[in-house]
């Protein structure tokens, strides 16, 4: 301090003032912090309420809120309408609260917490404050006491007066005012004129530079409600509302750059918009961003980042994230593999009453992902999905039934969840023809059966092929028809269906009112056993041993029927025994032979 400000500071108190606004003037905030304070501990109400504002932005002095709310305080209830205001808007954004009264005279000045930031929002305190500065007619105050009526706990809450104090402060032109009396009106009718005046005090709102007005009076512009419709003019507001860092206008505005909506198409700038969308807090800027990176454009798809991505915009509860992120661990796609991992999140999804999330986590589940209680609820998720009108949770719904997966075994009552998806899926329809073909749930029809395996073959399902095969080539159902049959079979064989290919190896093998072809046979016996069908393998080692089909090798045939004898196919062993007896009479020397005649 100066010798000028040392003998000013034994003077006057406003002479300290004047002196330190004067110096704050000249960016002399440290010499100015001194004599603010002589003025302020004098009582002089400009100064406590200047001194608050230098604690709490560190201007000539480091910041403190403790002292910053108790300067502020002084100044308020010495009748300060700014630090009414000042206070009034802490206590609504949580930066300070109201601590507990107290009868110790002086030390009941700290009215509030120290620097330790509190839960949230204190509307007691913020209501007392803005009252008063509402009834000494500032406009800010009148906005924030409207505010707080509007959108504090049920005990504040007063919408009409809400109403009026808004109304009060947009009359004196406040920015925050206009904009919420405009949301106030809009709680009140949506009709044409009230729509206008809506638009008219967002526009004036906007005027004042508040983001939340300009963004809304964009939505406004963009849908033609209360103004004429103006998607290049809403464009131009979603811009300027995301300049001012509105996170739902970065959102808007990158999506039209990215689409080329009402703007020249700028990909690059867009993707830039949404980042900045997704880092504010925007949960759908944080998934758009997670589908580009999941999708690619001209470079590859980069997992990695879209599961960073997706992972932000799931915590933030985005439910299509969650599903996409579940997706990602299962398929081990920019993270580690993790069923476990996944189910978590298909889980969060599927809480959230997403039906495909209910169905794929239901699905995963039944392979023994999640935890125990979630082999529980299978038939939960899956009867949840299906009431919601998803026809394969339906299905499946009836396979948990069916096969008592998570619930009792019931097939009655499967039958009648399998009937409900069959109308549109072919797995089942293929299961209501088989259900019907073996009375399992109701009573047998296999002409009904023929005609439900019919349509799920038509589709292409190949074990409905095979079956359909099965009833045509026996007249189960219908007519005998081994000729579309064979058909049948070779379409699913076609598709690598070792049954299929069994079959086919059984027509051709004879006695199936068609000519028999045993060099057939045998090629589809083969390609049957090679993929693992155990009935398959004891044919073909049968045909290799006996020297059918035009092929005599009774070393591999021996082989094929040690397969099939190892998947416990009834008459394998019996085989083996006969080729072994067949191998040991080839081994006898000729003059034995004779001795034994």
Known sequence: MSFVDRILALGSPAACLRRAVRLSELGRDAEAFPLLATAAKAGIVDAQYRIARCYL????????????????????????????????????????????????????????KTEDPPAGPDFAAAAKWARMAATAGSPDGQALLGYVLTCGPQEFCDLE?????????????????????????????????????????????????????????AEMTQHGRGVERDPAHAAKLYQEAAEKGHSAAQLRWGLKLMEGRDVAQDV????????RAALSGEPEAAALVGDLYARGGPLPPNY???????????????????????????LGAGVTKDKDEAARWLRISAT?????????????????????????????????????????AAFNMGMCLLNGIGVERDEKNASIWVRRA??????????????????????????????????????????????????????????????????M??????????????????????????????????????AAAERGH??????????????????????????????????GIPGAERELAAAAEIQKAENVEPSEQQRRL
């Open 57 to 112: 932005q560190g201007i000539g002095v480091p910041p403190s809120s403790t002292e910053a709310v108790r300067w502020l305080k002084r100044a308020a209830t010495n009748g300060s309408v700014e630090a009414q205001v000042t206070l009034s808007s802490l206590c609504i954004q949580g930066s300070i609260a109201e601590a507990s009264a107290d009868s110790r005279g002086e030390a009941a000045d700290d009215l509030f």
């Open 161 to 217: 007066q809400a109403h009026d104090w808004y109304k009060r402060s947009a009359s004196a032109g406040c920015p925050q005012g206009h904009l919420g009396y405009a949301l106030s009106l809009a709680r009140r009718g949506t009709d044409a004129e009230t729509l206008r005046q809506i638009a008219e005090e967002l526009r004036l709102a906007a005027a004042g530079g508040l983001g939340s007005a300009i963004y809304l009076l």
């Open 268 to 275: 690059v700038m867009g993707e830039s918009w949404l980042r």
């Open 304 to 330: 990695t980042e879209a599961a960073i991505w997706y992972r932000r915009a799931a915590e933030a509860g985005h439910v299509a994230a969650a599903r996409a992120l579940g997706t990602l661990y299962f």
């Open 352 to 392: 959230s009453g997403d039906p495909a999330s209910q169905v794929e986590f239901a699905n995963l589940v039944k392979r023994g992902a999640g935890e125990q209680k979630d082999q529980e609820s299978v038939a939960h998720w899956f009867s949840t999905a299906a009431q919601s009108g998803d026809l394969i």
């Open 422 to 487: 069959a109308d549109t899926v072919p797995e089942a329809q293929y299961f209501y023809g088989r259900m019907l073909a073996e009375g399992r749930g109701l009573p047998p029809d296999l002409k009904e059966a023929r005609s439900w395996l019919t349509r799920a073959a038509e589709t292409g399902l190949a074990d409905a092929q095979v079956a359909l095969g099965e009833m045509l080539l026996n007249g189960r159902g219908g007519r005998r028809a081994p000729a579309r049959a064979v058909d």
């Open 489 to 526: 079979f070779k379409k699913a064989a076609a598709k690598d269906h070792g049954g299929a290919m069994f079959a086919l190896g059984a027509v051709f093998s004879g006695g199936h009112h068609l000519p028999a072809d045993q060099d057939n046979a045998l090629r589809w016996f083969r």
């Open 534 to 567: 155990g009935h398959a393998q004891l044919m073909l080692g049968r045909y290799l041993i006996g020297g059918l089909g035009g092929e005599l090798n009774r070393e591999e045939g021996r082989l094929w029927l040690e397969r099939a004898a190892a998947q």
